[in-house]
């Protein structure tokens, strides 16, 4: 089976884009890798779920967005929320930062860490303590400002992804007048500043209902509007940058392939992690555990050992001191299938899914206007 095709870190991904914006802001050692247009203030756009398959397969649902250039670059691996935001705001590949998915192994209170869920007794800084882009961008005398849902304020994923900035919350998401407004004032002011601006309901829409159904054209409809209404309220001199954090594949029921209905394949396997598109398994036997899923599933996924998987690169370059947050085996599907439990009813309603390593899921629009 060939291997997958890999995000070319330090090159075109969500790591690279900070850095590429601090290169023109004054960011010591910046380099702009992603060859961004100048400018003194611009603001991000990040709209969970938007990949750049699914825009270009819908497009006429989303004319402002599907009109600007841009270019395509790639999420990290896992191609899920919590790794991508966290790239994007540390500016750092997924073995460096270490929020290893959606749900990781973390060694330090031997548990399996949501990042959704996030303990009340675990500060994201104890979790994720190196510098934020955020950050770096602010001793160099940027100004950063976040726009986002209300309750995010303060979270553990926010402290270890995009702490720094002031946060501008929003406490309706439906309210577009408004967030349009904060949106504004997140790059208000003169001289240099960089606004985050976060829409999530696309992702939503694909979660629950697939893509391409009636709920996400909407979605899809509605974050295009509201961009282009952020975009004609931005000075002229504020470059809009737009992407995502991932795409996304609809899994028919017929391709889920649940562990209670295979317990061979959860031998010796000590605890789960990661999601359906991309299972992470922890085991004293990894090369045992390995081999038995590389026979059960054949060409429907890539499956590694955690140094297999290192050494391909998937993750980028992996501190030492982080790897073991990654699975002792890794479980990537190559089709449209996922593999999935009955303990985890949340993720038993899901029709849309992402994490793995296709062009689906991994290939994101780095659009600029």
């Known amino acids: 089976m060939p291997p997958p095709r890999l995000p070319d870190y330090g090159v075109s991904t969500l790591a690279d884009l900070l850095p590429s914006l601090g290169a023109h802001l004054g960011v010591p050692g910046a380099d702009d890798r992603l060859g961004l247009p100048p400018a003194e203030r611009y603001l991000i756009a990040l709209v969970d779920g938007l990949g750049h398959h699914q825009l270009n397969e819908y497009a006429e649902h ?27 705001g540390t500016g750092l590949v997924p073995g460096q930062h270490g ?7 973390y060694p330090a209170e031997r548990m399996v860490l949501n990042t959704l869920k996030w303990p009340a007794t675990l500060s994201g800084l104890d979790v994720q303590p190196q510098l934020t882009y955020f950050e770096r961008l602010a001793s160099a005398g940027v100004r950063t400002a976040t726009v986002a849902p209300a309750f995010f304020a303060g979270s553990g994923l926010t402290t270890a992804a995009v702490r720094g900035p002031s946060f501008l919350p929003v406490t309706n998401e439906r309210d577009a007048a408004r967030r349009v407004e904060l949106a504004v004032q997140s790059v208000g002011g003169s001289g240099r500043a960089v606004g985050y601006f976060y829409e999530r309901q696309l992702d939503h829409a694909g979660h ?18 509201l961009l282009a209404q952020v975009r004609a309220a931005l000075p002229d001199d504020v470059r809009l940058v737009v992407t995502g954090d991932h795409g ?17 394949l959860l031998a010796e396997v000590t605890a789960l992690a990661g999601e359906g598109r991309l299972r992470q398994l922890m085991t004293r036997q990894p090369d045992a555990v390995a ?41 990537a599907m190559a089709d449209d299938g996922a593999v999935m439990s009955r303990m985890l009813p949340k993720e038993l309603t899901l029709v849309g899914m992402h994490a793995s390593l296709t062009p689906a899921e991994l290939d994101v629009p780095l659009l600029v206007d």
């Open 62 to 88: 989303a004319p402002y967005l599907s009109g600007l250039s841009g270019r395509v670059i790639t999420s990290g691996v896992p191609s899920t929320t919590a790794t991508s935001i966290t790239s994007l």
């Open 99 to 105: 929020i290893a998915g959606y749900s990781f192994w």
């Open 208 to 225: 629950e209902h697939g893509i391409g159904s009636a709920p996400w054209l909407h979605e899809l409809a509605s974050a295009d509007a």
């Open 248 to 264: 996304m594949i609809n899994v028919p029921p017929a391709s889920r392939l649940f562990f209670e209905d295979e317990p061979d």
């Open 291 to 331: 081999a038995r899923w590389r026979d059960r599933l054949g060409t429907s996924a890539w499956v590694r050992t955690r140094a297999e998987a290192i050494e391909e690169g998937w993750f980028g370059a992996v501190s030492p001191r982080l790897a073991d947050r990654f699975g002792n085996v890794l479980v």
